[in-house]
């Protein structure tokens, strides 16, 4: 699985920006995490190929939108009303097809194998 994230950037504080990530291969679970200065990387959002589901951590629920497009080629994380916290660099990764989709890990960066470069996002006060 090969993955390529674009559209980072620069946005106010309040301001909206969806980055996206072009997939190339098969995959059971994909999903977006963050790694801002000096922290660990965090998973904002996942989705499961199958049925959909998706899963977000409270610090962006309601906020951040996870999806996927009907071919499976292109996963989209929606960000809308953005704080100075959401700065970061964001990764998409993936989970190999046939793998299990679960809640309990879904956000765990270590369940994931394939990851992409990365997109940087800064959100200005």
């Known amino acids: 699985v090969q993955l390529a994230e674009s559209g980072g950037g620069s946005v106010h504080a309040g301001g909206s920006l969806t980055p996206s990530c072009v997939v190339q291969?098969?995959?059971?679970?994909m999903a977006w995490f963050r790694q801002g200065p000096g922290s660990d990387r965090e998973g904002v959002a996942a989705?499961?190929?199958?049925?959909?589901?998706?899963f977000y951590p409270d610090s962006v629920k309601g906020r951040f939108t996870i999806s996927q497009d009907n071919m499976k080629t292109t996963i989209t994380l929606k960000m809308t009303n953005v704080k100075p916290e959401d700065t970061g660099e964001y990764y998409c990764?993936?989970?190999?097809?046939?793998?299990?989709?679960?809640?309990?890990?879904?956000?765990?960066?270590?369940?994931?194998?394939?990851w992409g470069q990365g997109t940087q996002v800064t959100v200005t006060s």
């Open positions: 990764a993936a989970r190999p097809r046939f793998s299990s989709c679960d809640s309990q890990w879904a956000l765990l960066s270590e369940y994931y194998r394939y």
């Open positions: 989705i499961c190929a199958g049925a959909g589901d998706t």
């Open positions: 291969g098969h995959y059971s679970t």
